[in-house]
């Protein structure tokens, strides 16, 4: 299987404890993207990766979450001293050019108690 | 403003039937594209189809088609006979600008149930 894969599926943790989600993209894919998505919403945009680079960051990402793509492979999503309110589902996402779409993993369900 | 409008909550169809699914945008940006996505109760988004802001002809990618009325800011997704496994939530979405700028904005969603 060649696409978006994601880990773990599902995450519990108390709250103030640190989690780290991985992804790893479609393997000729340049960008990777981190979303969040919460109960009856759509997934909302956190942050994106060209290569290595981090490109943009939205404002939904507080000085708690980090975000890493170190070889311009695989990256990390890190949430530190987690709160209730971030609990969700954690979605990535790569592309390729030409047309650029988004091409989604499993998901990383969060549940901060 | 809100980016992309889903109006309906939720629909039924029921099976081998047409269904369309609302979706407007608003974007002040000459090129931008619309992405329909399907999301079960498994969690995973799966890309049905694309439209881009200056693409001349609907987009078709097998049962589903693109109902894009651009004057409108419209982009309704039409799935036709309807099969027990389109039960999920469908998003629209939509990239503005060029595709060098990838940020996507997400409806709220549609749930569809197909009704044997």
């Known amino acids: 299987d060649t696409g978006v894969s994601q880990n773990p599926r599902h995450k519990i943790t108390k709250r103030g404890q640190n989690v780290t989600f991985r992804c790893d993209p479609i393997?000729?894919?340049?960008?990777l993207y981190w979303y969040r998505q919460t109960l009856g919403q759509g997934p909302e945009f956190l942050t994106y990766?060209?290569?290595?680079?981090?490109?943009?960051k939205s404002r939904l990402l507080s000085d708690r979450f980090s975000a890493e793509r170190p070889k311009g492979s695989f990256s990390t999503l890190e949430i530190q001293r987690t709160e209730q309110g971030d609990s969700a589902m954690y979605l990535c996402?790569?592309?390729?050019?030409?047309?650029?779409?988004?091409?989604f993993g499993p998901g990383t369900r969060l549940l901060v108690l | 403003a809100q980016k992309i409008t889903q109006t309906q909550p939720g629909m039924f169809v029921q099976e081998k039937e047409a269904v369309t699914l609302d979706c407007t945008y608003d974007?002040?940006?000459?090129?931008?594209?619309l992405f329909w996505y399907k999301q079960p109760s498994s969690g995973e988004m799966i890309f049905l189809i694309y439209?881009?802001?200056?693409?001349?002809q609907n987009a078709t990618e097998g049962r589903y088609s693109l109902n894009f009325q651009k004057a409108r800011k419209s982009a309704n997704l039409v799935i036709s006979a309807s099969q027990l496994g389109d039960s999920a939530m469908y998003f629209c979405?939509?990239?503005?600008?060029?595709?060098?700028?990838?940020?996507?904005?997400f409806g709220i969603g549609t749930k569809l149930q197909v009704i044997p």
């Open positions: 996402a790569s592309s390729s050019l030409p047309r650029e779409t988004q091409y």
């Open positions: 979405a939509m990239r503005e600008g060029l595709e060098g700028y990838q940020k996507v904005t």
């Open positions: 393997s000729e894919h340049n960008r």
């Open positions: 974007t002040s940006d000459p090129s931008y594209g």
């Open positions: 439209q881009g802001s200056y693409d001349q």
């Open positions: 990766f060209q290569n290595e680079a981090q490109l943009e």
